[in-house]
Each structure stands twice: as C-alpha cells, then as structure tokens.
Nanobody
Framework: QVRLVESGGGSVQAGGSLRLSCEASGGDYTNYWSTAWFRQAPGKEREGVAYTDADDLKIYAPSVKGRFTISRDKAKNTLYLQMNSLIPEDTALYYC?????????????????????WGQGTQVTVSS
C-alpha cells in the first residue's frame, strides 16, 4: 500500500511562489493512474485544485488555472504542485491524493471521494 508524504508548504507574501512535493513510498505512481492536489481552508470543504494522470492529462480548478502547475516525476516517484502568484485566498492545508482508477478529466477528477490514498497535508499560508 502506498504512503504519500507532502512537503514544501510554508508562509509567503502575496505574489510569491511555493512548490509542493508529494513523495510516494511503499509503492509508486505507476500503479496509481489518477493523482491530484486538494486543499482545505478552516471552516470550508476540501476543494480539488489540480489533477494529472498517467496519460499526462491535466485539469485545474478555475480558481488556480494559470497560476498553478501540476506534474509527476516518474523517476523520483514524486508529484509536484508549483504555485505562483499566490493570493491570501490560497491559504489552506494542501493534500495530495492517488487512486488506481482513471478519471480522464471527468467530473470525478477533482472530487475528494474519488481518491483512496491521501497524504497528511502541508500548510500553505499567504499573507497580504
């Protein structure tokens, strides 16, 4: 069973950048067709941010499109989220997720219930 571990969170000022990483151990991403990043702010529901799969299809939430980039490095067994032009509304606990099923950019791609495996989360705080 794969274990996902996020890193790279922190505190930045608005307009800054961060790169989140999610390393898979006890397995690798080749066994998990769909991978995604989610975030959850205090008092809010978990929100799908970005999706990518083994076909390199990429889907982004409208709120982050053009600012965030998701990618997978097969050799390093790591999923990334490059976040640029950060705004205070991006403040949240960010989670990576993986699942063996293919969602191919469907409405299920950014739905939390679609994913079986989750990391523990990494905090991102953006100040104005």
């Amino acid at each position: 069973q794969v274990r996902l571990v996020e890193s790279g969170g922190g505190s930045v000022q608005a307009g800054g950048s961060l790169r989140l990483s999610c390393e898979a151990s006890g397995g690798d991403y080749t066994n998990y067709w769909s991978t995604a990043w989610f975030r959850q702010a205090p008092g809010k529901e978990r929100e799908g941010v970005a999706y990518t799969d083994a076909d390199d299809l990429k889907i982004y939430a409208p709120s982050v499109k053009g600012r965030f980039t998701i990618s997978r490095d097969k050799a390093k067994n790591t999923l990334y989220l490059q976040m640029n032009s950060l705004i205070p509304e991006d403040t949240a606990l960010y989670y990576c997720a993986a699942d063996s099923r293919s969602y191919s950019g469907s409405w299920q791609s950014l739905r939390a219930e679609s994913y079986e495996y989750w990391g523990q989360g990494t905090q991102v705080t953006v100040s104005s």
